[in-house]
């Protein structure tokens, strides 16, 4: 498998988890969903500007961050 297959699988999961998202987000508890996710998409390397330098094992962490607020902001567009 390329690169752009797998850049293409993962687009598709993103937008999958963003309409599962989206209509959980009609319910009662939303918020909770959605405070739940904003946190994990706020995760800190302790610098001012996170991820400018590379931290060791931190990779991965910010990556999935990064993916969580990308959720999150997906759920807010139309």
């Given amino acids: 498998m390329n690169e752009d297959m797998i850049e293409g699988r993962l687009l598709a999961h ?3 988890l ?6 959980l987000a009609t ?3 939303a918020g909770q969903l959605l405070d739940r996710l904003r946190e994990r ?3 800190q390397d ?3 500007d996170p991820g400018a ?3 060791p094992g931190m990779g991965i962490e910010l990556a ?3 993916e969580y607020r990308r959720l999150v902001e997906g759920v807010r567009a139309p």
């Avoid at 963003?18 to 209509?23: G, P, W």
Wanted: hydrophobic share 50%; glycine share 8%.
């Fill in 14 to 16: 993103r937008r999958v």
């Fill in 64 to 66: 999935a961050a990064e």
């Fill in 53 to 55: 330098v590379e931290a």
């Fill in 27 to 29: 319910l009662p508890s």
């Fill in 18 to 23: 963003q309409l599962l998202i989206a209509e």
């Fill in 41 to 43: 998409g706020a995760l």
């Fill in 46 to 48: 302790g610098q001012e």
